[in-house]
């Protein structure tokens, strides 16, 4: 490399570039130079073009990833040396290169990885069901997980959720910056399986005025019947009775606007189970 075109590399490492700093050489002053400007704001993807400028040497480029970008340009100026500016762009989201799924039982675990970072805040978790008959299910915010601002460093991220039903889910998440930009990651799915006779899930909401819903599901088709009785033991509604389907969510919802506050409990009975949840009517 030409001496000259060394020496004001060189020079970008004395100025002592630092995140969010500017500096200026001027050297258009008559000793056959040109003015050198240098503005940065690191971190960066910083690209070094060196320009052919008649002096013999071939243009090298090399690229290196960083969260933003800059562009290092050492172009001919027809005097057989060179002007150098440095300027930076606006910054990149969160590099992503793993985002990843696996079920646990009826929980699903999320894992991620980043190579860098810039201004991140963090990461809202979403997740729906996918539902049968191309039914479209409402995305639903289940936790965040703060991100690490800034860094070049690589790191690792990790979010359970837990009482999941059987059955296809999908997954995503938001990213959020400090400034409020946010972008979408990709979608992940996982399918889960019911190992067991029957599924039955807590009811919802609990304390409920005046209507309260559950889902059933079974492993195998069979006569089921769906009750609701008093601390006294009453039966004060009938849900169902008769055959359910396998594999499919079967969803009740309890009516109490001519019911008392109270306690009630919710029975559930197949020819393979039996299974009580219960639910307090407050008015």
């Known amino acids: 490399m030409n001496m000259k075109k060394f020496s004001s590399l060189c020079l970008l490492c004395v100025l002592g570039i630092v995140p969010g700093a500017s500096a200026q050489f001027v050297g258009g002053d008559g000793d056959g130079y040109d003015s050198e400007t240098l503005s940065t704001s690191f971190p960066a993807f910083v690209n070094l073009y060196t320009g052919g400028d008649g002096d013999g040497y071939d243009s090298a480029t090399q690229t290196t990833s960083f969260s933003a970008f800059a562009d290092l340009y050492m172009g001919g100026s027809g005097d057989g040396y060179a002007g150098a500016s440095l300027s930076t762009g606006t910054a990149l989201p969160v590099e992503l290169t793993r985002f990843e799924a696996v079920a646990d039982g009826l929980a699903v675990v999320l894992s991620?990885?980043?190579?860098?970072?810039?201004?991140?805040?963090?990461?809202?978790?979403?997740?729906?069901?996918?539902?049968?008959?191309?039914?479209?299910?409402?995305?639903?915010?289940?936790?965040?997980?703060?991100?690490?601002?800034?860094?070049?460093?690589?790191q690792s991220y990790t979010f359970r959720i837990e009482d999941l039903l059987p059955g296809r889910h999908v997954f995503r998440f938001k990213q959020i910056d400090f400034d409020g930009a946010f972008e979408y990651?990709?979608?992940?799915?996982?399918?889960l399986e019911l190992v067991e006779a029957f599924y039955l899930s807590t009811v919802y909401p609990n304390p409920f005025n005046p209507r309260a819903q559950f889902t059933l599901m079974v492993r195998q088709e069979q006569s089921v019947r769906v009750a609701v009785y008093d601390v006294q033991g009453r039966r004060v509604a009938l849900l169902h009775e008769g055959s359910l389907a396998?594999?499919?969510?079967?969803?009740?919802?309890?009516?109490?606007?001519?019911?008392?506050?109270?306690?009630?409990?919710?029975?559930?009975?197949?020819?393979?189970?039996?299974?009580?949840?219960?639910v307090v009517l407050l008015k």
């Open 112 to 154: 991620w990885d980043t190579a860098s970072e810039t201004n991140n805040a963090g990461f809202e978790m979403h997740s729906k069901r996918s539902l049968e008959n191309s039914e479209e299910a409402d995305w639903q915010v289940v936790g965040f997980v703060e991100g690490q601002g800034t860094t070049l460093e690589p």
């Open 246 to 278: 396998a594999g499919t969510h079967h969803r009740f919802v309890f009516q109490g606007a001519a019911l008392p506050s109270g306690l009630y409990l919710i029975r559930a009975e197949g020819q393979t189970f039996s299974a009580v949840r219960s």
């Open 185 to 191: 990651s990709p979608e992940v799915e996982v399918a």
